[in-house]
Structures are given as C-alpha cells and as structure tokens.
C-alpha cells in the first residue's frame, strides 16, 4: 500500500508554468510513475510516464513542454509544464505505474 499526494496546481494565464508534485508514503526507488490528467468530460488520460531507470515516455500533446523527473531520495516525482495552453486545464494524477495507487488530483487551468 501506498499514498500518494499531489500539489502545485492552480490557475495560470496560457505560455505560464507550474511544477506538479506527487509525494510518496514509502521508497518508489523500484517504480515506474506516471502522471495523467482528466478534462472536464474527458476520459483520463496518460501524461507522462518514467522509468525506474529514469527514461521517460510523454503524450504527444505534450512532448517539449513537460518534463517528468523522480527523485528517488525524497519519493517523490514532478511534472514540470512550461508553454501551457487552455487545452491542459484538468485535474492531474499521479499513479504508481502498474498499481492501482492514485493521488486524489490537483487542479490544473489554463486561462486569461
């Protein structure tokens, strides 16, 4: 068993930033994580995923803009959003790949 805990959400105005975080109750060392997100109507979808060896895989909607890291002393795993556009306003997720351990999601929107 294991909790997860997103933060960093908010409101920001379309080309702004945010840094998501997703803490962990124990060591994620040994896993894969994955950051997805869901629109209003929308079904979720995957975001962003690393690699216990630290590779990362993205949608294409946000190749180039988002970067997934881990750090593995802290348990915890970020996604870095730059460029945001109103098409990523959704609650965020992160989830231990594999596992059916989810974070209850922070917001995300996109506006001016």
């Known amino acids: 068993q294991v909790q997860l805990v997103e933060s960093g959400g908010g409101l920001v105005q379309p080309g702004g930033s945010l840094r998501l975080s997703c803490a962990a109750s124990?060591?994620?060392?040994?896993?894969?994580m994955d950051w997805y997100r869901q629109a209003p109507g929308k079904q979720r979808e995957l975001v962003a995923q690393?690699?216990?060896?630290?590779?990362?895989n993205y949608a294409g909607s946000v190749k180039g803009r988002f970067t997934i890291s881990k750090d593995n002393s802290k348990n915890t795993v970020y996604l870095q959003m730059n460029n945001l556009k109103p098409e990523d306003t959704a609650v965020y997720y992160c989830?231990?790949?594999?596992?059916?351990?989810w974070g209850q999601g922070t917001q995300v929107t996109v506006s001016s």
């Open positions: 124990r060591s994620i060392v040994f896993n894969a």
């Open positions: 989830r231990m790949s594999g596992k059916d351990y």
């Open positions: 690393i690699t216990v060896g630290g590779v990362a």
